[in-house]
């Protein structure tokens, strides 16, 4: 692993946002959902692609609040547009688990 520098974190936009609505994504090579987060009036709603099919399943997911880097460029995925990636972290199968907040926090709240 490199080091990294202070800055390098301060360039990454984590923020929090709510997810509204969550779909099963079956053109994507891997099991995976298609979300929609609501990240606030001052960064909007915007679409992820998460590989989390393992642990959720999309109706649990709707209000729920999860962590995302909103600031990397949009990456298509087969015919979906991801534009935020969604945080997670692997369990001890590989399987992800989401990085939410514990308490209820308003959207758009930026990672520190």
Known sequence: M????????LKLDIRVGTIIAAQSFPEARKPAYKLEIDFGDEIGTRKSSAQITAHYACDEL???QVLAVVNFPPRQIGPFMSEV????????????????????VPNGGRLY
Do not use: K, N, R, S
Request: no cysteine; aromatic share 10%.
């Open 62 to 64: 709707i209000g729920q």
């Open 2 to 9: 490199t080091d990294a520098e202070f800055d390098d974190f």
């Open 85 to 104: 990636l969604t945080l997670g972290v692997p369990d001890a199968a590989g399987e992800v688990v989401l990085m939410q907040p514990t308490y209820a």
